[in-house]
């Protein structure tokens, strides 16, 4: 399943943030966003997602315009996982990540999505806690696991990894590795660039709402291009075979 704008601009008030931005992520492609604080990831996941409307341009969805879907078969063809990690209701794990099906008929599919989902962000032991006893990294990976029960082909996550331990980055990383070879869309925005570079083909370098450089993440993520978007100079190199990027200063 393709996802792509065409020269989308996005304006929120009287702030325009987004200006003439054409990406894509295609079927199988594990895509990250990345750019400084202010640069515009997360409207532009929205908006791919179909939850901030465009000024001008559009937001396809295997060539469809996407503002022709209703909320609920929009939820059938992406999950999105937002930034914002709050849980109004004093629910139980297993039935906040219950919530991800909620865009389905109820169908014997759902038990298997919802266990699944839970197993893929390490929480059975979690299930019958209350969300309010959690801390913030388990929350982050229930609101993961609610998004993985929709079972949807296109999967958004908007800076997924805040407040994960080592562990839980790279277990959350090797799943979205998975969910892209068995051919799911999954794009990502990401502050530690180093895991564009080690795990996602593509990679979209945002900075003043405009794309500054989108392609293979080798090609993308450079010292260059680093430094031309967040005024750093930086060091692409490997560490046991492992992609790693290192700010070193920043340029005067």
């Known amino acids: ?132 006893e959690l801390s913030g990294g388990e929350l982050a990976r229930v609101l993961q696991a609610r998004a993985l029960a929709q079972e949807a082909d296109i999967l958004i996550a908007d800076e997924p990894t805040a407040g994960l331990d080592m562990g839980h980055v790279l277990q959350l990383f090797a799943h979205l590795e998975r969910l892209s070879q068995q051919g799911h869309t999954v794009i990502v925005a990401v502050h530690d660039i180093s895991l564009a570079l080690r795990h996602c083909h593509k990679t979209v370098l945002l900075k003043d709402g405009r794309v500054l450089a989108a392609g293979p993440s080798g090609d993308v993520v450079t010292p260059e291009r680093l430094a031309a978007a967040f005024g750093v100079s930086v060091a692409v190199a490997t560490l046991d075979h492992v992609p790693i990027v290192l700010a070193k200063q920043t340029l005067t």
């Open 1 to 132: 399943m393709r996802l792509a704008t065409q020269g989308i601009c996005v304006r929120l008030g009287r702030r325009s943030v987004l200006h003439d931005v054409t990406v894509s992520a295609e079927r199988g492609e594990l895509v990250a966003v990345i750019g400084p604080n202010g640069a515009g990831k997360s409207t532009l996941l929205k908006s791919l997602a179909g939850l901030v409307p465009v000024c001008d341009g559009r937001v396809l969805l295997d060539g469809d315009d996407i503002v022709a879907l209703d909320a609920r078969a929009r939820g059938r063809r992406i999950a999105f996982i937002a930034q914002d990690r709050q849980v109004h209701w004093p629910l139980a794990v297993r039935r906040v990540v219950a919530l991800g099906r909620l865009p389905h008929e109820v169908s014997s599919r759902d038990e298997a999505a919802i266990a699944n989902a839970l197993s893929a962000m390490d929480l059975h032991q979690l299930a019958d806690r209350p969300i309010y």
